[in-house]
């Protein structure tokens, strides 16, 4: 694909580019890399200033490149054509879609797939080898059922949602459209319900409902918990990483975005736009206000404010935090220093 097509294809997102100042020089691209990894004829980027060594050491054919005109000049003297956008990430994102598109098998019912009589599915569905789909169930047109996946009864899912290989659809779901649940992933199973009693602890059974709005994606080998009453919900578009924990009742918001190993206790409630990144852990029954943010490994056992960012155990504010961690390294020095003070206070009382 000429560079020029590449461009042509990106529209008003790119602000400018080296065809402008030499419309002859249009290379093939044929493919995409990163920026330290690019070989003759692939296309990176750079996302700013902290990067801009690289445009000068990379064997990139093309980049694309924020509006600085000290890397586009530095591109251009080392012979690489170059495109500007505000956000370069975002287009670049945008051009691994021209050369790669995820597998998407053509739709059948695999002979091997098991279907109960009285469940629905719609047209140009794929169901793969041993795929289970039990009494009840609503599949929605054009969904991706892929090898082994098992779906309870009483389920529905959205139109064009893909279910990847050795997922788990347990009963009482509701997945919506142009949703993707990774391999390993298990939504709704039972939340952790159990009353101590005298005899031991009593199984409380999860009756409620696990809602997946549209768009949202889940990662591999995460697990959304089915409440004992109401729902569990997770708002639309909301993206959730690898080996994540949603206890059961939890409310998250929509554009959420929750990176991996984070977890939720019971009846965590998220507003829109919350990030949290890895290993995250919040307290039962926690709120986090819309646009909030907690660091990786934050310990949240209180409220969270709209906007608020939140890191350490337990979380306190960021710019707070970054000063205790200065302080940490140096508790060693003022520890001595206290027991000094400590014994000349002893010594001047004796």
């Known amino acids: 694909m000429k560079f020029s097509e590449i461009i042509s294809q990106f529209g008003e997102t790119a602000n400018n580019h080296s065809l402008t100042s030499n419309p002859d020089l249009d290379p093939e691209i044929t493919g995409v890399a990163a920026i330290d990894e690019a070989t003759n004829g692939t296309l990176s980027y750079v996302e700013g200033p902290k990067f801009g060594s690289f445009v ?72 793969g080898p041993h795929a289970v789909i039990q009494h009840g169930v609503e599949i929605g047109d054009g969904a991706i059922i892929h090898p082994n996946v098992v779906i309870y009864p009483d389920t529905k899912i959205g139109d064009r949602t893909t279910l990847h290989a050795n997922c788990t659809i347990h009963e009482r779901t509701r997945i919506g459209a142009d949703c993707v649940i990774h391999s390993g992933a298990v939504i709704g199973a039972e939340g952790f319900g159990f009353v101590p009693s005298r005899t031991g602890w009593l199984k409380m059974e999860q009756s409620g409902y696990t809602v997946l709005e ?77 646009g909030a943010i907690a660091s990786a490994q934050t310990g949240i056992h209180s409220d969270v404010a709209p906007g608020e960012i939140v890191s350490g155990t337990p979380a306190i504010p960021y ?10 390294s140096r508790l060693p020095d003022m520890y001595q220093s206290l027991k000094q003070l400590q014994r000349k206070l002893k010594n001047s009382n004796d």
């Not at 509006?67 to 591109?75: M, N, S």
């Not at 790669?100 to 059948?108: A, D, T």
């Not at 710019?319 to 940490?328: D, E, P, T």
Request: proline letters at 4%; a positive charge.
């Open 56 to 127: 000068s050491k990379t064997n990139a054919t093309a980049l694309i490149l924020p509006q600085d005109e000290k890397l586009q000049e530095v591109a251009q003297e080392n012979g690489i054509v170059w495109i500007s956008t505000s956000d370069p990430r975002l287009l670049f994102a945008k051009a691994i879609t021209l050369f790669y598109q995820p597998y998407r098998p053509v739709p059948e019912i695999h002979p091997t797939a098991v279907i109960h009589s009285s469940a629905k599915v719609g047209s140009d569905v794929y169901v």
């Open 214 to 290: 549209d768009g949202v994606v889940v990662g591999c080998n995460t697990a959304i918990d089915r409440p004992a009453v109401g729902e569990t919900r997770v708002g639309r578009n909301t993206v959730i990483d690898n080996l994540v924990q949603i206890g059961h009742g939890c409310q998250i918001g929509s554009g959420c975005a929750i990176a991996g190993q984070a977890g939720m206790a019971g009846g965590v409630k998220l507003g829109n736009r919350v990030i949290l990144a890895g290993q995250t852990g919040i307290a039962n029954q926690v709120k986090m206000g819309d």
């Open 319 to 328: 710019k707070l935090y970054l000063k205790v961690c200065a302080v940490y």
